[in-house]
């Protein structure tokens, strides 16, 4: 059955009868049950209805408020499957700085997930800095959704020179500038809905960034979705 990505276990996997009739929209071989019952999901929590951070109401978190103020025109929702804390961090600690490429089918099942509940969408997965591509060698983004058998689009380009978001504090975070811009051919996709795909969400800057720019160019149906926040 293959190794669990977070414990290295063997899976030895027994369906549960939905599992069993729910024909093959369960990637099996990834990571385990007990690890997988483990991993902090948002799901279920109460959540900020804004960005799905953690706390006692559903009401828009001090960001979300800020975002909305900044960005009237854009609507203030995002979905994050899991809390960026315990195995998740670690998980993307490996993958992305480490170049440990098998972790990226460790989210497969919940990408397949989010993509079947918007099927007639795009994923667009953020693009890295020319500088983070030399260095790391992928995105990580786009092998995530490549092993999740998920078909996207790329006409975003980054821009960004100077210091990588996760060397940034939070105030250095919020200030950073529009690093994006939109490739040739962008235009056939303007009446397509579009899924933003990062892979973790920290203040919103980046995502926010984004969403404007396609915002003004004329892109009116545009989600997003991190695996972690």
Known sequence: MGQCLF?????????????LFDFGKKDRGTVCRTCEGK???????????????????TNLCEDCRRWSSCYPELKIAHHACYAYTGAVKDWLQRYKFQGDYRLSAAFTNDLQAFR??????????????????????????????????IRYVQFLGNQHAGEKQSEKNRQERLLTTQPFSLLVGHEKYLKQEIILFDDVYTTGRTLYHAKSLLYKQGFRSVRSITIAR
């Not at 991993?39 to 109401?57: A, N």
Request: aromatic share 4%; proline share 8%; net charge negative.
């Open 116 to 149: 079947r509940e918007h099927p007639k969408a795009l994923f667009l997965p953020l693009p890295i800095s020319i500088a983070s591509y030399e260095e790391r060698g992928f995105n990580q983004c786009e092998e995530m959704l490549k092993r999740a058998g």
């Open 39 to 57: 991993l902090p999901r948002l799901t279920g929590q109460t959540c900020c209805s804004g960005c799905m951070r953690p706390q006692e109401s």
């Open 7 to 19: 414990c290295q276990t063997e899976i030895r996997e027994v369906l549960t009868l939905q599992e």
